[in-house]
T-cell receptor, first 115, second 113 residues
Framework: DAGVIQSPRHEVTEMGQEVTLRCKPI?????LFWYRQTMMRGLELLIY????????DSGMPEDRFSAKMPNASFSTLKIQPSEPRDSAVYFC?????????????FGEGSRLTVL | GENVEQHPSTLSVQEGDSAVIKCTYS??????FPWYKQELGKGPQLIID?????GEKKDQRIAVTLNKTAKHFSLHITETQPEDSAVYFC????????????FGQGTRLTINP
């Protein structure tokens, strides 16, 4: 398996623009997670899905952020409108199991810079 | 909220020496504690984990210890090598409230040749 695939790897955009990050989880993994990594706040869980259904979105910073998982092999994280403070590395991860028993497999991340 | 504290934030050791990273957690019901290693430009990768019914676990040069009473756990790397240089994250599976894996702030480990 190719692992978790994220795109784009790098995105530079201007404040106010819409940003869409994409993720393809490992086939057969029922759980998908979106994390944000910054120097100040470390790795933060934004949202996670189980069988394509959002389970916990309490980490989504505000209404400008939205995430979808239309099918088992694809998820998006959208920021509209983007702001400079959204600059971070966004990671997608997938897992075969959860409840404290599943290894998270991370993608290589999408580095977002909002000017 | 429930959190995981990690120390130190940076650590520099001579090649061949041992490195120790420590974490504390607040949720006494937490039962799963993984450690992830993140190399430059890549996502974190699981290197070892420990569950609450075990006090210590080893995998070659890496070991993790857990003290449930004191609510702390540690990562030990022996005979360090240059390829051990990376950022290491501890994490705890928080059960109280919304169940989630909470990561520590990370430790940047540098192995000096």
């Amino acid at each position: 398996d190719a692992g978790v695939i994220q795109s784009p790897r790098h995105e530079v955009t201007e404040m106010g623009q819409e940003v869409t990050l994409r993720c393809k989880p490992i086939s057969g993994h029922d759980y998908l997670f979106w994390y944000r990594q910054t120097m100040m706040r470390g790795l933060e869980l934004l949202i996670y899905f189980n069988n394509n259904v959002p389970i916990d979105d309490s980490g989504m910073p505000e209404d400008r952020f939205s995430a979808k998982m239309p099918n088992a092999s694809f998820s998006t994280l959208k920021i509209q409108p983007s702001e400079p403070r959204d600059s971070a590395v966004y990671f997608c991860a997938s897992s075969l199991a959860w409840g404290g028993t599943g290894e998270l497999f991370f993608g290589e991340g999408s580095r977002l810079t909002v000017l | 909220g429930e959190n995981v504290e990690q120390h130190p934030s940076t650590l520099s050791v001579q090649e061949g020496d041992s490195a120790v990273i420590k974490c504390t957690y607040s949720d006494s019901a937490s039962n799963y504690f993984p450690w992830y290693k993140q190399e430059l430009g890549k996502g974190p990768q699981l290197i070892i984990d420990i569950r609450s019914n075990v006090g210590e676990k080893k995998d070659q040069r890496i070991a993790v210890t857990l003290n449930k009473t004191a609510k702390h756990f540690s990562l030990h790397i022996t005979e360090t090598q240059p390829e051990d240089s990376a950022v290491y994250f501890c994490a705890g599976f928080i059960i109280q409230g919304a169940q989630k894996l909470v990561f520590g702030q990370g430790t940047r480990l540098t192995i000096n040749p």
